[in-house]
């Protein structure tokens, strides 16, 4: 009898801390499982989203062409108002009949080719030129101090204004037409490098001093990635610049071994007084421009924001 209230006086203590542990094994059973649904969640929203952009989003093209097609009704009804004539603002069809005279005189063909590649190369050699140069003023404190302002100066100044000296020095050549697009491009490319350089956080340079790197790869490897948006800003900005300039280049340097672009082929409306002409090379013009922004520019932006994770908050 005196050995029997020792067991039954351990029996209590011993139950409920059993009992804690199979209750704590049971809330992370509990928790784990909902860690997993919440995992599966969101591998699922992921998916989803995955799956979303692999669909053709309709509205991409649907609203541009529908708010082409109201700009001609627009363009069509003032025409057919009378309140201008014919001659002076001649309507879409007009406009269309003379690009199919155009292209059957081979002149559309001859001026497209021979603009779009002045322009892509022009554009090329100017990246070529401008993204070493950027780097080395984002780099360089002295030099970015001397060369900054002048390179701001030179991107407000029309390039249209080196026009006549360009003809001075190189004569009625595509040496002119290269050096005006040259001009218009360059400051652009190298500010837009700049400016990006700037945005960039100071750990990424620590990182790379830290892990070793020299002048070179810290510009290559580090500083370039990371400013990539805003020199793509510059890119964009410089094409537009240099697509600019050349349309001023071969609408005031006409003649000699300077070639039949759409500039030309709009100072040659202009000197017929031949609106229609005149209106296909505007429009000719603009499709250019508006096609390499869908085509080039458009998808690299949108893979860029995409691969940094800044596309879903954008509206593109």
């Given at each position: 009898?005196?050995?029997?209230?020792?067991?039954?006086?351990?029996?209590?203590?011993?139950?409920?801390?059993?009992?804690?542990?199979?209750?704590?094994?049971?809330?992370?059973?509990?928790?784990?499982?909902?860690?997993?649904?919440?995992?599966?969640?969101?591998?699922?929203?992921?998916?989803?989203?995955?799956?979303?952009?692999?669909?053709?989003?309709?509205?991409?093209?649907?609203?541009?062409?529908?708010?082409?097609?109201?700009?001609?009704?627009?363009?069509?009804?003032?025409?057919?108002?009378?309140l201008?004539?014919?001659?002076?603002?001649?309507?879409?069809?007009?406009?269309?009949?003379?690009?199919?005279?155009?292209w059957?005189?081979?002149?559309?063909q001859?001026?497209?080719?021979?603009?779009?590649?002045?322009?892509?190369?022009?554009?090329?050699?100017?990246?070529?030129?401008?993204?070493?140069?950027?780097?080395?003023?984002?780099?360089?404190?002295?030099?970015?101090?001397?060369?900054g302002?002048?390179?701001?100066?030179?991107?407000?100044?029309p390039?249209?204004?080196?026009?006549?000296?360009?003809?001075?020095?190189?004569?009625?050549?595509?040496?002119?037409?290269?050096?005006?697009?040259?001009m218009?491009?360059?400051?652009?490319?190298?500010?837009?490098?700049?400016?990006?350089?700037?945005?960039?956080?100071?750990?990424?340079?620590?990182?790379?001093?830290?892990?070793?790197?020299?002048?070179?790869?810290?510009?290559?490897?580090?500083?370039?990635?990371?400013?990539?948006?805003?020199?793509?800003?510059?890119?964009?900005?410089?094409?537009?610049?240099?697509?600019?300039?050349?349309?001023?280049?071969?609408?005031?340097?006409?003649?000699?071994?300077?070639?039949?672009?759409?500039?030309?082929l709009?100072?040659?409306?202009r000197?017929?007084?031949?609106?229609?002409?005149?209106m296909?090379?505007?429009?000719?013009?603009?499709?250019?421009?508006i096609?390499?922004?869908?085509?080039?520019f458009?998808?690299?932006?949108?893979?860029?924001?995409r691969?940094?994770?800044?596309?879903?908050?954008?509206?593109?």
């Amino acid at each position: 009898m005196p050995n029997n209230p020792a067991p039954l006086a351990e029996a209590p203590s011993t139950e409920p801390t059993e009992a804690r542990h199979i209750t704590a094994a049971l809330t992370r059973t509990s928790t784990g499982h909902e860690d997993l649904r919440q995992l599966e969640s969101g591998l699922d929203s992921l998916q989803s989203d995955a799956d979303r952009k692999d669909r053709i989003d309709w509205s991409r093209i649907l609203l541009p062409v529908a708010a082409l097609v109201v700009l001609v009704l627009a363009w069509q009804f003032y025409v057919s108002l009378g309140l201008k004539r014919r001659d002076l603002v001649p309507g879409p069809l007009d406009v269309l009949g003379q690009i199919g005279v155009l292209w059957g005189e081979g002149k559309l063909q001859e001026a497209v080719w021979t603009s779009l590649q002045r322009g892509l190369v022009g554009f090329l050699i100017s990246v070529a030129i401008a993204t070493p140069v950027g780097l080395l003023l984002s780099q360089v404190a002295p030099l970015r101090r001397a060369f900054g302002p002048l390179i701001s100066g030179l991107q407000v100044l029309p390039s249209v204004a080196w026009v006549p000296a360009a003809i001075i020095w190189f004569g009625l050549t595509d040496a002119t037409v290269y050096f005006v697009v040259f001009m218009g491009a360059i400051p652009s490319i190298i500010n837009g490098l700049i400016s990006g350089v700037d945005q960039i956080p100071p750990q990424y340079r620590r990182v790379g001093t830290v892990l070793g790197a020299s002048r070179l790869q810290m510009a290559l490897q580090i500083i370039l990635p990371a400013a990539l948006p805003g020199y793509l800003g510059g890119l964009k900005q410089g094409w537009a610049f240099s697509w600019r300039s050349l349309m001023a280049a071969e609408i005031i340097a006409v003649g000699g071994t300077i070639g039949f672009g759409l500039g030309s082929l709009l100072d040659q409306g202009r000197i017929l007084s031949d609106m229609s002409v005149v209106m296909s090379a505007i429009l000719l013009i603009l499709a250019v421009g508006i096609l390499i922004e869908l085509l080039v520019f458009g998808p690299i932006e949108k893979r860029l924001l995409r691969s940094r994770g800044l596309l879903s908050g954008s509206t593109r």
